[in-house]
Antibody, heavy 122, light 108 residues
Framework: QVQLVQSGAEVKKPGASVKVSCKAS????????MHWVRQAPGQGLEWMAW????????GYAQEFQGRVTMTRDTSITTAYMELSRLRSDDTAVYYC???????????????WGQGTMVIVSS | ENVLTQSPGTLSLSPGERATLSCRASQSVDSIYLAWYQQKPGQAPRLLIYGASSRATGIPDRFSGSGSGTDFTLTISRLEPEDFALYYC?????????FGQGTKLEIK
């Protein structure tokens, strides 16, 4: 079945970086955009960025520009989100989510990973 | 950015009742780019509605979406116990792909 499996929880100190992975299976990895969304404790959903796994093209929310890096490894159908210069307010659950086909119009987020908790604390 | 405002913040209803959730955008959204998600505690969001009115795979027909321009609505015709959750709208027309702040649907 189509699924996204994310890496485990992380605890980081302020100023450090974190890299979260998202392993895709059950569909053509390079055929669909991958997005990242985060959710701080008790808060709503915040869209962060997308990557085209076929060519590596990326797009970011302005507030994350310069701090977030999206990459992928097509040989193992895995997408990565790295967030640098971590602050305490980056503490959140980070989700990867599949969006629409790269050959069609933008799509909604139809498949979600289970989420990765990232805690930033000194 | 296109700010989405959901109302009410909390909706208290009983099973069997009808729920109407609103999502208002600060800028017009092409309706094919408006989605609704459901989230239960400790779980990832689940896509309910895309293109403003199309149900995602496996979503019961008691869920329906409507609207255009800046005003969109999610309706649950007869609430089941499992429907009590958080609901978010999202526009994916422009970047950043903003979410509303959510509506909590709770049991009265």
């Amino acid at each position: 079945q189509v699924q996204l499996v994310q890496s485990g929880a992380e605890v980081k100190k302020p100023g450090a970086s974190v890299k979260v992975s998202c392993k895709a299976s059950g569909y053509t990895f390079t055929g669909y955009y991958m997005h990242w969304v985060r959710q701080a404790p008790g808060q709503g959903l915040e869209w962060m960025a997308w990557i085209n796994p076929n060519d590596g093209d990326t797009g970011y929310a302005q507030e994350f520009q310069g701090r977030v890096t999206m990459t992928r490894d097509t040989s193992i159908t895995t997408a990565y989100m790295e967030l640098s210069r971590l602050r305490s307010d980056d503490t959140a659950v980070y989700y990867c989510a599949r969006a629409g086909s790269i050959t069609s119009l933008p799509g909604a987020l139809d498949i979600w990973g289970q989420g990765t908790m990232v805690i930033v604390s000194s | 950015e296109n700010v989405l405002t959901q109302s009410p913040g909390t909706l208290s209803l009983s099973p069997g009742e009808r729920a109407t959730l609103s999502c208002r955008a600060s800028q017009s959204v092409d309706s094919i780019y408006l989605a609704w998600y459901q989230q239960k505690p400790g779980q990832a969001p689940r896509l309910l509605i895309y293109g403003a009115s199309s149900r995602a795979t496996g979503i019961p027909d008691r869920f329906s979406g409507s609207g255009s321009g800046t005003d969109f609505t999610l309706t649950i015709s007869r609430l089941e116990p499992e429907d009590f959750a958080l609901y978010y709208c999202q526009q994916y027309n422009t970047s950043p792909r903003t979410f509303g702040q959510g509506t909590k649907l709770e049991i009265k």
